[in-house]
T-cell receptor
Framework: DAGVTQSPTHLIKTRGQQVTLRCSPISGHKSVSWYQQVLGQGPQFIFQ???????GRGNFPDRFSARQFPNYSSELNVNALLLGDSALYLC?????????????FGQGTRLTVV | GENVEQHPSTLSVQEGDSAVIKCTYS??????FPWYKQELGKGPQLIID?????GEKKDQRIAVTLNKTAKHFSLHITETQPEDSAVYFCAPFHFGNEKLTFGTGTRLTIIP
């Protein structure tokens, strides 16, 4: 069975550009969450979506946005990139929300802003 | 918000010895206590968890102990092997919350 898949795996962007990261959850999982992991730190929560609706938002600026599609895949968009946005972006999927079921993480997208 | 600290930040042990990592949290409403392992180039993977109605849980070489009164829980790895080398994160949580709050991580290195 395929796990959580993220694309692309690596990405280099210039300051001020926009980026879109993609996530496909495990088949049957309806919840997708996004996390940012800066080098040397633990992942920080950005968004959670369940059944195409936003269920939670972390402490990130409005430059960050996301959406979930009818097939439960998700995109994370970041506008006006800053050097500080360089990080590993992780997607996690789970059957439901509220932590009742295990969250499975993808391998992440490594974003480098130069 | 939840304040989560892990100690130590780095840990080196001889292969075959035991390793212990401690996680301290601030939210008294936390009722679910997982540990994640992150290997190089991979996302975090759940390795063991415990709920607040039990004090200890064991799964082969790994165990988690919980002291809810003192608001800390620990990961214990016995008979360590080279493949245990990774970064370990705790992420205390309360059901109904929408997010995991990860600790700062502990880099465990097993010396052959």
């Amino acid at each position: 069975d395929a796990g959580v898949t993220q694309s692309p795996t690596h990405l280099i962007k210039t300051r001020g550009q926009q980026v879109t990261l993609r996530c496909s959850p495990i088949s049957g999982h309806k919840s997708v969450s996004w996390y940012q992991q800066v080098l040397g730190q633990g992942p920080q929560f950005i968004f959670q979506y369940y059944e195409k609706e936003e269920r939670g938002r972390g402490n990130f600026p409005d430059r960050f946005s996301a959406r979930q599609f009818p097939n439960y895949s998700s995109e994370l968009n970041v506008n006006a990139l800053l050097l500080g946005d360089s990080a590993l972006y992780l997607c996690a999927s789970s059957l439901s929300v509220g932590g009742e079921t295990e969250a499975f993480f993808g391998q992440g997208t490594r974003l480098t802003v130069v | 918000g939840e304040n989560v600290e892990q100690h130590p930040s780095t840990l080196s042990v001889q292969e075959g010895d035991s390793a212990v990592i401690k996680c301290t949290y601030s939210d008294s409403a936390s009722n679910y206590f997982p540990w994640y392992k992150q290997e190089l180039g991979k996302g975090p993977q759940l390795i063991i968890d415990i709920r607040s109605n039990v004090g200890e849980k064991k799964d082969q070489r790994i165990a988690v102990t919980l002291n809810k009164t003192a608001k800390h829980f620990s990961l214990h790895i016995t008979e360590t092997q080279p493949e245990d080398s990774a970064v370990y994160f705790c992420a205390p949580f309360h059901f109904g919350n929408e997010k995991l709050t990860f600790g700062t991580g502990t880099r465990l290195t097993i010396i052959p």
